[in-house]
């Protein structure tokens, strides 16, 4: 499905970004790994796609930083000759109710969801642009739509991103580039494993599936928007949250 395509994944060491490059490389892909500061983490990660015949190099770096996004894009374009996809997925959260919330904890959030994800799109439509094709998907969340108390910050981050996505999607169009986004509900991960313990039965009351999700749902969803199958659908958000937000 997405065989010789070269795909881009931020934040890939773990959690959804890491489940996303296995569902692209098990379609195909040859992957462009990026991560932060986890080496153990992204090295297994390599080592066990090889082994499944997975193509997959890795790039050390910080989203929010422009150069190293540049890097990233540049690297893929380097070893495997094009870029095909783009899958902004780094993130963080810093979350506290509003009068508690310092300053560096908003700009930070910002800085890596928001001004991350630009720093990505820019330097990839300059290659995707030049080629005449390719799929970008953002990773938003069903807070950026809906909101949550203690998450001013990453729920603004969010909107923003969903925001981004629809003026990419129609700035890139005319070049046959789809700029889509996908927005997770309650997502079993690293990210959220204080939040799970503490009110996994309350959380699970409000989402009609009935359980949370799995870095796999979502993976699957970024499949989908990254492939061909998707070719007429751009600007979209794409809620894989068990039904949570309609
Ligand atoms: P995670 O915390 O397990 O993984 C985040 C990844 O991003 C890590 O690999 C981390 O090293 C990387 N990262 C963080 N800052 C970075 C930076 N400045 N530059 C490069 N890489 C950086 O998080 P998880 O849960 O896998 O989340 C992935 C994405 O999905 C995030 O954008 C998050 O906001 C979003 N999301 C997650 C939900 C959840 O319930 N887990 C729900 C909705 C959205």
Not at 129 to 155: L, T
């Amino acid at each position: 499905m997405l065989k010789g395509k070269t795909a881009v994944i931020t934040g890939a060491s773990r959690g959804i970004g890491k489940a996303v490059a296995v569902r692209l490389g098990k379609a195909g892909a040859n992957l462009v790994l990026s991560y932060r500061s986890n080496d153990a983490a992204m090295d297994e990660l390599i080592e066990s796609l090889e082994k499944d015949g997975i193509k997959a190099v890795k790039v050390k770096g910080d989203v929010s930083n422009s150069d190293d996004a540049k890097e990233l894009m540049k690297v893929a374009k380097e070893t495997y000759g094009s870029l095909d996809i783009l899958v902004n997925n780094a993130g963080i959260t810093k979350d506290k109710l509003i009068i508690q919330m310092k300053e560096e904890d908003f700009d930070s959030v910002i800085r890596v969801n928001l001004k991350g994800s630009y720093n990505c799109i820019k330097h990839a439509a300059k290659i995707m642009m030049k080629q005449r094709s390719g799929k970008i998907v953002n990773m938003a969340s069903v807070v950026g739509v809906s909101g949550n108390a203690g998450q001013i910050n990453y729920s603004a981050s969010k909107a923003g991103v969903i925001g981004m996505t629809k003026s990419a999607a129609r700035e890139l169009a005319g070049r046959n580039i789809t700029v889509n986004a996908v927005a997770p509900g309650f997502i079993e991960t690293d990210m959220t494993k204080d939040l799970v313990e503490k009110a996994k039965d309350g959380m699970i009351s409000g989402i009609p599936l009935g359980r949370l999700g799995l870095p796999e749902d979502v993976a699957e969803a970024v499949a989908f928007l990254a492939s061909d199958s998707a070719d007429y659908v751009t600007g979209q958000v794409l809620h894989v949250d068990g039904g949570m937000v309609m």
